[in-house]
């Protein structure tokens, strides 16, 4: 006797079977892309329609209040939507809806839809017309889309196929794994940055530690600046700790915080320094400093890591290594990289600032010292009031 299965049973074996068969590779893709959209400043379009439009709204909540990356959907505006339609035509509503907001070259549009657009059959004609403008001005594309992905699929920067299990349910499977992977998207370790409300209250925050991230050179000991820029000393000789750093790192774990050196030696990728020679000076500050961990990234801008400041991928690995409250702890620099590193970890930072010839941080630091004994002060001073303020809620 063959036992037939109900609907519900039928329905979450093929929801089953989309997991089984989702890109893992090119999820983690679209996250590394949503990470360095942030660092550098860039704006998160979400086009869709239909209910892939209803998916969209509900994104832009996540991504903004998660994910901290400045995002918008035209179709949460009825007004500007429907009168674009009215007047301009249905499609060309959301490349216009584009060329107002002045999409760049640092944005990146996310694309939730069934099918992905397709011109030549009057299908979603409004999202080939916003990416052919998109790439005309080199902003970045992720498609998360149904069927064979469409115009999205060529064009994508990154495409996330939600496959087809069942022919029948297309519409609601492509649907509902937007969202878990969006969803997933927001939880990425490389792009959450705040903590959501039941799994905060679940993982009390007394069980995560605070901490201070130092840069290390130019916070912990001295750089050697050559035209304005600073650079690492050649080795243990040249080697020469900052005035009050002992003592500035003792009030700092006086006070409760965890310690940790987070420091970039491209020149190791660049094969102007070895790696045995940054080690020996490392294991010189773990001697005679109270630091609980250092974490190196020894790429260079070409290598595409996810550990090289401004990227948050030091901090990162402190926080799951060591349990860190990344929202309580700060970050020590005297770049700009240390200090969009903290701000993408959602980290506060204070900048020590020499005066170097560069680029100025993507945002301001929370406090701009002269020294890492007047950052540790303010940390400290910052810590305090936090608590007196919790103690009075």
């Known amino acids: 006797m063959t036992i037939k299965n109900t609907f519900a049973q039928q329905f979450l074996a093929e929801a089953g079977s989309v997991i089984a068969r989702l890109d893992a590779a090119s999820i983690e893709k679209a996250a590394s892309l949503l990470s360095q959209t942030r660092t550098l400043g860039g704006r998160l379009f979400i086009l869709g329609v239909g ?23 035209p179709t949460d505006n009825v007004a500007e939507l429907t009168a674009r339609t009215n ?33 030549e059959r009057n299908v979603s004609p409004n999202l080939v017309a916003a990416l052919q403008y998109a790439k005309s001005v080199r902003a970045k594309i992720i498609g998360i889309v149904g069927r064979d992905g469409g115009h999205t699929a060529k064009v994508a920067d990154v495409c996330i196929l939600i496959p087809t299990v069942n022919p029948d349910h297309v519409t609601p499977h492509t649907e509902a794994f937007q969202a878990v992977v969006w969803h997933l998207l927001v939880s990425h370790p490389s792009v959450k940055q705040q903590q959501t409300k039941w799994e905060s209250n679940a993982a009390s925050r007394s ?5 201070v991230f130092l840069d290390r050179d130019g ?29 500035s790192l ?53 290598d595409d890591c996810a550990c090289r400041k401004p990227l948050p991928g030091l901090l990162l690995e402190a926080r799951s290594k060591h349990d860190i409250d990344l929202s309580r702890s700060f970050v020590v620099g005297d770049r ?3 200090i969009d590193a903290g701000h993408n970890a959602g980290c506060k930072t204070i900048l020590i600032d020499y005066g170097y010839r560069e680029r100025a941080p993507a945002r301001p ?8 004994r007047e950052a540790a002060d ?7 009031k936090e608590s007196t303020d919790e103690v009075r809620v």
């Open 51 to 73: 209910g892939s439009a209803a998916n969209a709204s509900h994104a832009v909540n996540d991504f903004r209040k998660i994910a901290g990356i400045e995002a918008y959907a």
């Open 207 to 211: 069980q995560l530690r605070r901490a």
């Open 219 to 247: 916070v912990i000991n001295r750089a050697v600046v050559r035209d304005g820029k600073p650079s690492p000393p050649s080795g243990l000789h040249d080697f020469e700790l900052l005035p009050e750093v002992e003592s």
């Open 87 to 119: 007047d301009e035509g249905w499609g060309t509503v959301f490349e216009s809806w584009l060329r107002t907001s002045r999409l760049r070259s640092n944005d990146l549009v996310l694309v939730f839809s069934v099918g992905g657009g397709d011109r």
């Open 250 to 302: 003792a009030a700092l774990k006086a006070h409760g915080f965890a310690l940790f050196v987070i420091t970039n030696q491209p020149d190791v990728s660049r094969g102007t320094q070895t790696r045995e020679t940054v080690e020996s000076m490392h294991q010189s500050l773990s001697s005679s400093l109270p630091i609980d961990d250092i974490f190196v990234c020894y790429h260079d801008d070409n």
């Open 378 to 384: 303010w940390i400290i001073s910052s810590a305090l």
């Open 336 to 338: 700009w990289r240390d």
């Open 365 to 372: 630091p929370e406090a701009t010292v002269k020294s890492l």
